[in-house]
């Protein structure tokens, strides 16, 4: 099973935090200050770890917005997010509005200082397609854990969207739609090569387990697609994205 990011600072408090130095490559988005100081910190023993930062659509406050961008102006952040839209339930549709005005102020920031903006977003494909034109301007666009169809995938990069797709837990879920992207999407939209650095080199993003791909979808043979992927260690990542093991190029 593989993800777009992790959540180091999460990590570190569910016992992760005896990570030997360079033991995680990927990417680790946090979404407070004292966050940011943690996965900050972890970044000096892991010079692989892309570092985001960004307001999360389940929390959309307005607080850290400042925060991020003095990341940005200081050239600290790799990427804005998790960012974008959760209206899976109707505790999260009633803040769509607020979702909606810190959606619109990183999407400005992602464009003003030319970062990659890692996704969130649950039955909210619609707000994504109606800002493709602004999203065309990123230097990429992560989609996590998305639940869009191969089709949806497809036409957000026809529409000049640098989309790229990770699928999560929702492989485990049984989800049909990132079944059927795993299934059909070019690798070249699954294989994480979305984190530019300052030199324009890119940085890979994805974090996984060789053993957590869901062989029940008929998956057999897709090892070679989380190649990228490393994880070297031992230890549990967050919410089921990466179960330890020794993975290498």
């Known amino acids: 099973?593989?993800?777009?990011h992790f959540h180091y600072p999460e990590c570190a408090a569910s016992g992760c935090a005896d990570l030997a130095p360079g033991d995680v490559s990927g990417c680790?988005?946090?979404h407070s200050e004292h966050g940011w100081d943690i996965q900050k910190n972890f970044a000096r023993l892991n010079p692989d770890l892309v570092l985001s930062f960004g307001v999360h659509p389940q929390n959309p406050v307005r607080d850290s917005l400042e925060f991020l961008e003095s990341l940005l102006e200081r050239g600290q952040a790799d990427a804005v997010?998790?960012?974008?839209?959760?209206?899976?339930?109707?505790e999260f549709r009633r803040n769509e509005a607020a979702q909606a005005e810190v959606w619109n102020v990183q999407l400005e920031l992602a464009e003003k200082y030319s970062k990659p903006l890692v996704v969130?977003?649950?039955r909210a494909n619609f707000r994504l397609f109606a800002d493709s034109a602004r999203l065309s301007r990123l230097p990429s666009v992560v989609f996590h854990s998305f639940m869009g169809s191969p089709v949806e995938a497809l036409s957000l990069r026809r529409r000049g969207v640098d989309a790229y797709f990770s699928f999560g837990k929702q492989l485990l879920n049984g989800n049909r739609n990132a079944a059927a992207c795993v299934r059909t999407l070019p690798a070249s939209v699954r294989d994480g090569r979305s984190f530019p650095d300052a030199e324009g080199r890119v940085r890979d993003g994805?974090?996984?387990?060789r053993a957590c791909l869901p062989r029940r979808l008929g998956f057999e043979g897709k090892e070679r697609e989380i190649r990228r992927i490393r994880l070297r260690g031992g230890g549990r990542l967050q919410k089921g994205i990466c179960q330890a093991g020794r993975l290498t190029k």
């Open 81 to 90: 997010g998790e960012a974008g839209f959760d209206l899976f339930t109707d």
């Open 206 to 209: 994805h974090v996984g387990d």
């Open 1 to 4: 099973m593989f993800d777009a």
């Open 28 to 30: 680790s988005c946090a």
């Open 120 to 122: 969130h977003c649950r």
